[in-house]
Each structure stands twice: as structure tokens, then as C-alpha cells.
């Protein structure tokens, strides 16, 4: 009888376990595309395109996934595609916990009881809470992971701005401060409101309706094909929130007075950047954003699925 009262608790803990272990391989497996995503969204930063579209692409470094990855990998080894790979898992392994694991809880205690016909609006709700909540344990992960990832090839004399994770949360403790560590915070709560609220609930209506349908059984062949549609999906909401992100936890503080720093807020990075970029600049890196979000999300749900069969959990 005790093993049956433990049982809920057995499940939540392995929910949230395989949350975490799924996403962590998922970040994984494509930090060279992450890394190379970080770079073309920063490549450029506030030049003014005057409609030159041609013209900006050309004098960019970094023209398109591949040879982004080409010319990482030339100035920097291969090791240059995974920087920021430490923070990245840290990361995965707390914020992907919560918000993939917290999905179904927060999903039921909106009411949403059957699985097969849950209302869509439900799902966004649970998505875009459980993403807010994992969202702000991670910031100072995340802003490491950003600035180990954006630093290119180094200049003859040149330091490399951390010398590894724990070097790099003592130092923006000390120089900037807790709020420092925090940098960001509004569009990466933003961002993962917009991704948990798109990227999960997508994957799980799109199943069901599937299902529903009986176009497919469940199965690896209906985890994947759900996967992809919310892989897309979570890549074209989520992009210019992304960029915004990236730019805000990458932007010069050290020796920068309050007035002088490029970016105020969210609002004054999206309006600098629609100004100097167009809406086009709000869509850098969308390429490889996609292309690290479509298999991420294959992979992280994929494997979520198959640890929760083996574990004798029911399917998402």
C-alpha cells in the first residue's frame, strides 16, 4: 500500500528526471548549430542596411549555417563549436527539467483532465507558465552561455573574456553584481514563455490530433512527425525574441557607464534593431535557429517518450 502512495511522487520525479536528461542530449548534439546561430545574430549588430539587403549579406562574416560552421571550425578548431557548451547543459538540465516536467502538472491544475481533448488554448497556458518558471532559475547560465558562445577567434595578444564557467559567474559577480548575473532577464523569460508555450503544447496537439484522426499509432514515427511540426513552429515564434536575447546578454558592460550601454531594455534592442535592421534583423540567424530547434526538439522528445515507456509512464 506505502508503494502505491509513493507512486504519483515515483512518476513526478521521473518526469522531470527524463525532462531533463532528453533536453540536455538534445542541447548536446547541436551546440555547433548554436553556437554558429549565436554568431550570425550579433554578425552585423545595428548596421544600417538603407533596404541593401544584398549588400549587408555580402559584408557579413558568418553567410549562412554551413559556412558559419566552416569558418568557426577554420579560425577556431572544432572545439570552437562547442563553447559554452558547460553552461549550455547546466542549463538544460535545470530549466528543461522544470519546464518540460512542470507541463503536464500545470496542464491538470487548469483542468485539463483528458489527455486526447484538451482544449489547445489550455496548453499555450501551461507552456507559457511552465517556461516562465524554469526560465528564471537559469538566467545566469544562459548569459555565460551567450558570451562563452559570441567570442570568435582571438587576435594575436588577445584574452579570451572567461576562462571557463565558474571563472566567469565569479567575475560577473564581482564586476557587475548580481543584477549582472541577471542581465537579460525579461527577454529570456520572454523567449521561453514564447518557446515552452509553442514548442510543447505543438508537440502534444499536434499528437493528439494525429491520434485522434488515426492517421498514425503511438509510436517513434508519430514522436517524430510531431516533433518536427513543433520544431518549426517554436523556431519561427521564438526567433526575434532570440535575437534580442542574445544581443542584450552579449552587449559590452565593463567600464560602460548606465547611459552609455547600447541597449536599455527590451523595447530599446527591438526598436534599435527594427531602425537599423529592418524586421530582417529580428530573423538573423533563423536558419540555424531552426535547424538547432527542429532536431533539438525531435531528439529531446523522442527520447522523452521512449525513457517514459521504459520507466512505465504513459505517453505525453
Not at 488554448?121 to 558562445?149: H, N
Not at 515552452?196 to 503511438?218: F, G
Not at 532570440?242 to 552579449?250: E, G
Amino acid at each position: 500500500m506505502a508503494s502505491l502512495e509513493r507512486r504519483p511522487l515515483a512518476d513526478n520525479v521521473l518526469r522531470y528526471t527524463f525532462a531533463g536528461i532528453s533536453c540536455s542530449t538534445g542541447s548536446f548534439v547541436t551546440n555547433p548549430v548554436d553556437v554558429t546561430k549565436v554568431r550570425m545574430q550579433i554578425d552585423g549588430e545595428l548596421k544600417l542596411q538603407k533596404g541593401d539587403l544584398k549588400g549587408a549579406y555580402q559584408q557579413r562574416y558568418y553567410k549562412g549555417i554551413l559556412r558559419g560552421m566552416v569558418s568557426i571550425a577554420r579560425d577556431e578548431g572544432m572545439k570552437g563549436l562547442f563553447k559554452g557548451l558547460t553552461p549550455a547543459l547546466i542549463r538544460e538540465a535545470t530549466y528543461s527539467s522544470i519546464r518540460v516536467g512542470s507541463y503536464e502538472p500545470i496542464k491538470r491544475l487548469l483542468g485539463a483532465t483528458d489527455p486526447a481533448n484538451t482544449p489547445f488554448y489550455k496548453k499555450i497556458m501551461a507552456g507559457a507558465t511552465a517556461g516562465a518558471i524554469g526560465s528564471i532559475v537559469v538566467v545566469p547560465t544562459d548569459l555565460i552561455r551567450v558570451r562563452f558562445q559570441a567570442e570568435g577567434k582571438l587576435e594575436i595578444g588577445q584574452h579570451a573574456r572567461y576562462q571557463g564557467f565558474w571563472q566567469a559567474l565569479t567575475d560577473i559577480a564581482k564586476t557587475e553584481g548580481l543584477r549582472g548575473l541577471y542581465r537579460g532577464t525579461s527577454p529570456t523569460v520572454q523567449r521561453a514563455m514564447i518557446v515552452t508555450a509553442t514548442q510543447v503544447p505543438c508537440y502534444d496537439h499536434a499528437k493528439h490530433t494525429i491520434l485522434n484522426h488515426r492517421w498514425m499509432s503511438e509510436g517513434s514515427a508519430l514522436h517524430i512527425t510531431s516533433a518536427m511540426m513543433a520544431g518549426f513552429m517554436v523556431a519561427v515564434t521564438s526567433s526575434p525574441m532570440d535575437v534580442i536575447k542574445t544581443r542584450i546578454m552579449n552587449q559590452q558592460i565593463k567600464g560602460v557607464s548606465k547611459s552609455e550601454l547600447r541597449y536599455k531594455s527590451t523595447l530599446d534592442c527591438l526598436v534599435k534593431t527594427l531602425r537599423s535592421e529592418g524586421f530582417n534583423g529580428l530573423y538573423k540567424g533563423f536558419i540555424p535557429n531552426w535547424m538547432r530547434l527542429g532536431p533539438h526538439t525531435i531528439i529531446s522528445f523522442f527520447l522523452f517518450e521512449f525513457l517514459r515507456k521504459e520507466a512505465g509512464l504513459s505517453p505525453l
